[in-house]
């Protein structure tokens, strides 16, 4: 059993569960409600938004913000500055209700500065390209890149090689 590291600065709210063995950096915000595997990694600068759901072996880097309403698998990486949204047409004057949700399944990599919009579950093991606008669903082993996001090959199942269309 690996021993649990929370950095002195990071703000960890009430009722949250952090696996064994995960690490969470500076200025990390993790909110209420927050399920965190084992052997995960939070960067430094990260927030978590309300009844997140994060597997285990996760590593999120530092900057990148994920809303409420976003579950992620097992073994996900998501690069620096990487933004999850919750609301498809958020408004200043009219109160916010109901997020759409959005799943990561395992193996996921996303690439820094992507923004994941709402609603756009990501398949096993797909890979999104830096800078991408995931705007449509991605399926198993699929290869995304562009803004908005285009397919524009597939992961190898042994994942040594993408095979661009």
Not at 66 to 74: A, K
Not at 96 to 112: H, L, M, R, S
Request: proline share 2%.
């Amino acid at each position: 059993m690996s021993l649990t590291f929370i950095h002195r600065t990071a703000g960890i709210d009430q009722d949250v569960e952090i696996g064994d063995g995960t690490k969470i950096w500076r200025f990390t915000h993790i909110s209420k409600g927050v399920v965190i595997g084992k052997d995960c990694i939070i960067g430094e600068g990260v927030f978590i938004g309300k009844d997140v759901k994060i597997g285990d072996g996760c590593k999120i880097q530092n900057g990148s913000q994920i809303f409420s309403g976003v579950t992620l698998g097992n073994f996900v990486f998501i690069g620096p500055n990487v933004t999850f949204t919750n609301i498809l047409r958020p408004r200043a004057n009219i109160e916010q209700k109901g997020y759409v949700e959005t799943y990561i399944k395992d193996g996921v990599t996303i690439g820094a500065g992507a923004v994941i919009i709402c609603g756009n579950d990501i398949g096993k093991k797909a890979f999104i390209a830096a800078g991408t606008v995931v705007t449509k669903p991605v399926y198993n082993f699929g290869v995304m890149r562009g803004n908005p996001g285009k397919i524009v090959g597939r992961i190898t199942e042994d994942d040594l090689k993408i095979r661009y269309y």
